[in-house]
């Protein structure tokens, strides 16, 4: 079956920079038409779509955060690295990592998430 | 992009039924037949609920249907349940990116 889980460090310092990895199963980005997203949500907010890597290495981000992030994956370890710069409180939230298709375009699974607090 | 627009609130008792509405633009909803929705109950992970507008994931009670008008979709519940009390978000497909609604919370009275 399809599994994602997400890893990385609880608490972050403002300015510092993020880095998460989204690590899953049962599937293959190497396979056509598979893709990986991220997807945020601030404590009590709603959810907010932050990037998307494809299985031809093809890479989407939120238009108001681009400039901050990197999406990347290793394909052989079955895992998807996102890299936030520059973080502040408002980035505190739950981190989720989703899988979805370019065919269907919606998210079928989901990690549990983690929560990064950035605070000094 | 901006958010998608959804009420902040919605409630029925248990049996009736209700509706969610999620308003867009014509860069999103109105473009794309490719509108989904998640359920979130407290504390887990979002589980989608609808997917190209109007279609159910396998497993996903038959209660829940979506449809979409102009730059506007919307799922209805019904025969609401106690079990349906969560907060429930859409999302568009709105080119190379997504937009999520801001969120209702469903509530069971």
């Known amino acids: 079956q399809v599994t994602l889980r997400e890893s990385g460090p609880a608490l972050v310092k403002p300015t510092q920079t993020l880095t998460l990895t989204c690590t899953f199963s049962?599937?293959?980005?190497?396979?056509?038409?598979?893709?990986v997203s991220w997807i945020r949500q601030p404590p009590g907010k709603a959810l907010e779509w932050l990037a998307l890597?494809?299985?031809?290495?093809?890479?989407y981000y939120s238009t108001s955060l681009k400039t901050r992030l990197t999406i990347s994956k290793d394909t052989s370890k079955n895992q998807v690295v996102l890299t936030m710069t520059n973080m502040d409180p408002v980035d505190t939230a739950t981190y989720y990592c989703?899988?979805?298709?370019?065919?269907?375009?919606?998210?079928?699974?989901w990690g549990q998430g983690t929560l990064v607090t950035v605070s000094s | 992009q901006s958010a998608l627009t959804q009420p902040a609130s919605v409630s029925g008792s248990p049996g009736q039924s209700i509706t969610i509405s999620c308003t867009g633009t014509?860069?999103?909803?109105?473009?794309?037949?490719?509108v989904s929705w998640y359920q979130q109950h407290p504390g887990k992970a979002p589980k989608l609920m609808i997917y190209e507008g109007s279609k159910r994931p396998s497993g996903v009670s038959n209660r829940f249907s979506g449809s979409k008008s102009g730059n506007t979709a919307s799922l209805t519940i019904s025969g609401l349940q106690a079990e349906d009390e969560a907060d429930y978000y859409c999302c568009s497909y709105a080119g190379s990116a997504y937009v999520f609604g801001t969120g209702t919370k469903v509530t069971v009275l």
């Open positions: 989703a899988r979805t298709t370019d065919y269907s375009e919606n998210f079928d699974y």
């Open positions: 890597i494809d299985w031809d290495d093809d890479k």
């Open positions: 049962g599937f293959s980005l190497s396979t056509s038409g598979m893709c």
């Open positions: 014509s860069s999103d909803v109105g473009s794309y037949n490719l």
